[in-house]
């Protein structure tokens, strides 16, 4: 019933910028904290930035400065925008919405960032 589906990932050169988005359905989208996480090969799962319901945004320091996070409560989205792209930001990014107990997932968009 909750479904996430990331878009906007590719190749990029160091410096450049991707806008990635989630479009949620399912649940009710507005009331609910939302994430981006990161993985990139043979690395855990980590944390990239959050949102909470109320549009404020939070930031690992690794990307702090160069990515926002907003979310757009009339179409159901959050978005990623990175800027000044580094090769240690490649990875396959997936949103996240924990929603009554349940962690859920995104099938995920892949960054690529090299020259």
């Known amino acids: 019933q909750v479904q996430l589906v990331e878009s906007g990932g590719g190749l990029v050169q160091p410096g450049g910028s991707l806008r990635l988005s989630c479009a949620a359905s399912g649940f009710t989208f507005n009331t609910y904290y939302m994430r981006w996480y990161r993985q990139a090969p043979g690395k855990q799962r980590d944390l990239v930035a959050g949102?909470?319901?109320?549009?404020?945004?939070h930031y690992e320091p690794a990307v702090e400065g160069r990515f926002t996070i907003t979310r757009d409560h009339f179409k159901n989205t959050v978005d990623l925008q990175m800027d000044n792209l580094k090769p240690e930001d490649t990875g396959v990014y997936y949103c996240?919405?924990?929603?009554?107990?349940?962690?859920?997932w995104g099938q995920g968009t892949q960054v690529t960032v090299s020259s």
């Open positions: 949102i909470t319901s109320g549009g404020s945004p």
């Open positions: 996240n919405v924990n929603v009554r107990g349940t962690f859920y």
